[in-house]
């Protein structure tokens, strides 16, 4: 039989004992003989038994699985926030169940309804771009799961979050494109639904009011993929004063961004730099390498996961609680330019 198709019925009737004995056998009960245990552990292992734990937790009542959703799984920020989450949940003694929605309101609603089938003990949820509903979410909530929102939240959810520092971040990458003589910045934003976009954008005008650049309102596009920055850039060419420097929502876009620009014989970062957000892998091959802002996914992954097992075992009546990650400003050849204003962030 193959491993997850056993059952103790099977152990049992294959044995010709009660599925209780084979459940004692298991367990050492005493009033099992050295014998019996000795032949139900043979079967066991033969057999690469091993318990359901669906099954359980309708009988402890606990399940100790924690459920996950995130957007893409492949995605590198998304990917280090997996590590901490697993890694600090196995190291309290629990498994991680994950879903992903790849951006689309259908499979997150899917993926909640999986999850509760379940019963999990508790829920961390990276919200999908295309979502505008809530009723999922809510569902969790009344069925007394506790739920922790990370990096993309819904504010009209009160529940524990973890954030990144997505203004500081953006602030602080565009407050060094201006440092290095960059004054026509054109900003690639995310979806606006989202609000990690929206504190981006909010981080840009911010480092444009410090230094008083005037917001050109034609160099905000939202565009935060390469989908989008192959239409995006080329019509940024077409325009009559080219941009001296772009800062993108992430870095897949910056660096679609990139490519394009250097096809078209624009030099990085002499005459347009760059910069991105998430310092991923991505950012290290690229030619030149991406300045970007780091996130911390594995430490967003990790207080995710302390949040969610502090609610689950001291209980769901203290107030909720939002963890702010700061971010980190990575510098590399996209915007390795000679500094000529002593302006400091």
């Known amino acids: 039989m193959n491993k997850g198709q056993v059952t103790i019925k099977d152990i049992a009737r294959e044995l010709g004992i009660s599925p209780s004995t084979v459940s004692k056998a298991l367990k050492g009960h005493r009033d099992i003989s050295s014998n019996t245990k000795i032949i139900v552990r043979e079967l066991v292992e033969k057999w ?7 099954a359980l937790s309708l009988k402890n009542g606990s399940s100790r699985i924690i459920g996950v959703i995130v957007p893409e799984i492949v995605h590198y920020f998304f990917s280090t926030v997996i590590s901490g989450i697993e890694d600090l949940a196995n190291d309290l003694g629990y498994h991680v169940m994950f879903c992903q929605s790849s951006e689309l309101y259908s499979k997150e609603v899917k993926a909640v309804d999986t ?18 509903k809530l009723a999922h979410f809510l569902k969790i909530l009344e069925k007394g799961i506790p739920m922790v929102f990370f990096d ?10 973890v954030i990144v520092d997505d203004e500081w971040g953006a602030y602080e990458a565009v407050n060094h494109l201006i440092n290095i003589g960059c ?28 230094h008083n650049i005037p917001v ?6 939202e565009c935060d993929n390469r989908e989008s ?3 995006v850039i080329p019509a940024l060419l077409k325009r009559g004063e080219m941009p001296d420097g772009i800062f993108a929502v992430n870095d897949l876009t910056a660096v679609a961004a990139m490519q ?16 991105g957000f998430t310092s991923g892998l991505i950012s290290d091959i690229t030619t030149p390498t991406l ?9 967003v992954g990790r207080e995710a996961v302390r949040l969610l097992i502090e609610r689950l075992e001291n209980g769901a009546n203290t107030p909720s609680r939002t963890v702010i990650i700061k971010t980190e400003l990575v510098r590399k050849g996209s915007s390795d330019r000679k500094v000529v204003c002593a302006t400091t962030s």
């Open 291 to 299: 300045t970007s802002v780091d996130q911390h996914g594995y430490l």
């Open 229 to 231: 920055a192959a239409v």
């Open 152 to 161: 993309r939240i819904c504010e009209e959810i009160d529940t524990d979050r």
């Open 216 to 221: 050109n309102d034609c160099n905000i596009i």
């Open 115 to 132: 999850l509760l089938s379940s019963r999990v003990d508790g829920i961390l949820v990276s919200v999908s771009k295309n979502t505008e």
């Open 260 to 275: 394009i620009l250097k096809e078209n014989g624009f030099m990085i970062p002499e005459d347009v730099a760059v910069a």
């Open 183 to 210: 004054r026509n910045i054109v900003h690639l934003s995310g979806v606006s639904n989202l609000l990690i976009g929206q504190n981006r954008k909010s981080g840009y005008l911010k480092a444009l009011k410090k």
């Open 48 to 54: 690469n038994y091993s318990p359901d734990p669906i």
